[in-house]
């Protein structure tokens, strides 16, 4: 099975910036054939869809929400998609999770993975 490992979480202030890391093992395809994103979750908040990137042709995919301050890439060498998060603000508190997912047959049936999740918080 696969496993994603984040890192690169912490405690920053508002204003400041923050890269977190998604690096994926265990697979038994090619990291190409994986959809690597993030999502969060907020205390008290329903998760949310953060951004993606589409290992296979490198788009990168994201919420309204996070266009502007968010960029998603990959370094396909280490099997490791990055966030980056500028001019963090407090409502970026959550704890951010890795998403990937696999399409397994032609009609789109899929797999989805997920990391343990690492906490970001902003201080005001």
């Known amino acids: 099975e696969v496993q994603l490992v984040e890192s690169g979480g912490g405690l920053v202030q508002a204003g400041g910036s923050l890269r977190l890391s998604c690096t994926a093992s265990r697979f038994t395809h090619t990291f190409e054939d994986y959809t690597i994103g993030w999502f969060r979750q907020a205390p008290g908040k329903d998760r949310e869809g953060v951004a993606c990137f589409v290992v296979s042709d490198g788009r990168e995919l994201y919420a309204d929400s996070a266009k502007g301050r968010f960029t998603i890439s990959s370094d396909n060498a280490r099997n490791t998609v990055h966030l980056d998060i500028n001019n963090l603000k407090p409502e970026d508190t959550a704890v951010y999770y890795c998403?990937?997912?696999?399409?397994?047959?032609?009609?789109?049936?899929?797999?989805?993975?997920w990391g343990q999740g690492t906490q970001v918080t902003v201080s005001s």
């Open positions: 998403h990937g997912r696999k399409i397994v047959n032609v009609e789109g049936a899929y797999v989805d993975f």
